[in-house]
């Protein structure tokens, strides 16, 4: 299996998506059991085709822009086998000119640590998704912190879906999900006892976004995505946020495929976010975050001292 290593040109592209999910594999395995996929169809309007690894990065390269791309493990909430994480990598080292791989491990499983340890070292992902909800866990509860601190150890980021999901969303009892699991506050203390993990508070954080930017403030290791929402519908306090005091630690993300990015930017026009702190917004700032350099310097032309 060939280990991940990123070889984007910062130069070269336009944005870097952080949130873009892989639905299915290249065996045609879902992301989600049968009647949570049907159900999110419904609910997000959508019922589209769900691109594999390949096409995903075609899609991207063709727009000039990279992507982070994510699933999640919720195999004991849910059931069903997650897509596997190492053939994420796999397909992200084909395409490591547009392609960033983020894991999952399920943070229920005893075999969380090692599973994270394996992914980092063994497929060089830079990140893992967790979405509390779905996966049906506590982020706050300190029952996870030694993984946190593994996750911290290797220099990874650790994005959190929060606020409302439509995962769930108009089936009988929400399938049971509980979304108070995905309250921003809950990751205060994760921030706080691990000022070196780099946390991406996903999406905005409806309805607690006032929660999300007052960790966001407090907490400089915290950032915010902008994914799954077209933007005309922002919370008018995260405009204002993104636009003066968090400029630097926003990040653009669509939710890819049930958002694209063409809509993102076509409707973010539509917004008061300010021209001038865009470029930070769509690329600067995730590549910051992600250790992404401009302009690689080909082997033997490196500058001398």
Request: aromatic share 8%; proline share 8%.
């Amino acid at each position: 299996m060939t280990r991940y290593e990123p070889a984007i040109d910062l130069d070269a592209i336009e944005a870097i998506d952080v949130h873009v999910h892989v639905e299915v594999d290249g065996h045609g395995h879902a992301s989600l059991p049968d009647d949570l996929t049907a159900a999110a169809a419904k609910y997000f309007s959508t019922d589209g085709p769900n691109p594999d690894l390949d096409s995903i990065a075609a899609y991207y390269r063709e727009r000039r822009m990279a992507a982070v791309v994510i699933t999640v493990d919720a195999e004991t909430q849910l059931g069903h086998v997650p897509i596997s994480s190492a053939e994420i990598a796999e397909g992200a080292a084909r395409n490591n000119d547009v392609l960033i791989p983020f894991g999952s491990v399920d943070p229920r499983k005893e075999s969380a640590i090692d599973d994270a340890r394996r992914l980092i070292e063994d497929s060089g992902v830079r990140g893992f998704k967790f979405h509390p909800t779905v996966q049906g866990f506590d982020p706050s509860d300190e029952a996870h912190f030694p993984l946190y601190d593994a996750l911290q150890q290797a220099g990874v980021v650790a994005l959190f879906h929060t606020g409302q999901t439509g995962i769930g969303a108009g089936m009988p009892g929400g399938r049971g999900f509980l979304l108070g699991l995905s309250n921003p506050m809950l990751l205060d203390p994760v921030a706080a006892r691990f000022p070196e993990l780099q946390i991406i508070m996903a999406h905005p954080s409806v309805p607690w976004q006032d929660e999300a930017l007052s960790v966001a403030t407090h907490k400089h290791n915290t950032w915010i995505d902008l994914s799954g929402w077209s933007p005309k519908y922002f919370p008018e306090q995260l405009v204002r946020a993104a636009n003066s005091y968090l400029k630097s630690r926003v990040l653009f993300g669509s939710d890819f495929p049930l958002l694209t990015p063409d809509r993102w930017l076509r409707d973010v026009e539509q917004t008061a976010l300010k021209p001038e702190v865009m470029p930070g917004i769509l690329k600067a700032n995730a590549g910051r975050l992600l250790g992404l350099t401009a302009s690689p310097t080909p082997e033997g032309s490196r500058p001398t001292q």
